[in-house]
């Protein structure tokens, strides 16, 4: 049992690890590549709108 949790923790652990190098390595190509970054703004803005147009109360949880 004491295996198992440890084996669980190692793949939770590399799990996080492999997430965190992702989102570095997405920043440092949207700051490499502007357009990407141009990208990433636009469609972060569009979503903004869509949400807020199918959710146009503050108190309605979509």
Known sequence: MLLLRFLLHLLIFIG??????????????????????????????MLNRLLRLLCPRPGNPC
């Open 16 to 45: 996080a690890l492999a997430a965190a190098a992702t989102v570095v390595l997405s920043i440092l190509l949207m700051l490499r590549f502007p357009p990407l970054l141009l990208a990433v703004v636009l469609a972060c803005w």
